[in-house]
């Protein structure tokens, strides 16, 4: 039985092609890999969310589930697990479809991502009343 993508208004909200150049000694792509594009996608969302500028500032319960292949499809969705006052945490999932996983989607790895909101100064900064989440 195949897993199915998650239910996210939009779709996912990154979607890459895994290539050679990211592959690891094995042939599978690099775990860091698959963080950077967790981190793109979970800041570009936050991002939204904070209607500004967000840094990184943790990684939670961080699961590599299945190796990714190269010319797999890999697509992040984003989730808000909670708001604070100046930070967000976003459950990001990553699935891969293709070479390495058949046609039918898999879960590949997840996390929770927790990004600061930061003003024109880098400082961290209240989120905006009416923020969603």
């Not at 996608?41 to 990684?59: K, M, N, P, Y």
């Not at 967000?88 to 039918?104: F, M, N, P, S």
């Amino acid at each position: 039985m195949a897993d199915e993508f998650p239910d996210v208004p939009g779709g996912p909200h990154l979607r890459t092609i895994a290539m050679p150049r990211d592959t690891n000694a094995g042939g599978s792509i690099f775990g860091g890999w698959t963080l950077s594009q967790m981190d793109l996608a979970g800041g570009t969302f936050a991002a939204e969310h904070a209607h500004g500028r967000v840094a990184t500032v943790a990684i939670e319960a961080m699961r590599f589930l299945r190796p990714v292949s190269v010319g797999d499809e890999v697509s992040c969705y984003c989730s808000v697990v909670k708001a604070g006052d100046t930070s967000v945490a976003v459950k990001v999932e990553t699935w891969a479809r293709g070479r390495g996983h058949g046609k039918d989607p898999q879960k590949v790895t997840e996390g929770v991502f927790t990004f600061v909101a930061l003003d024109e100064g880098g400082q961290p900064r209240t989120l905006t009343v009416g923020d969603p989440g």
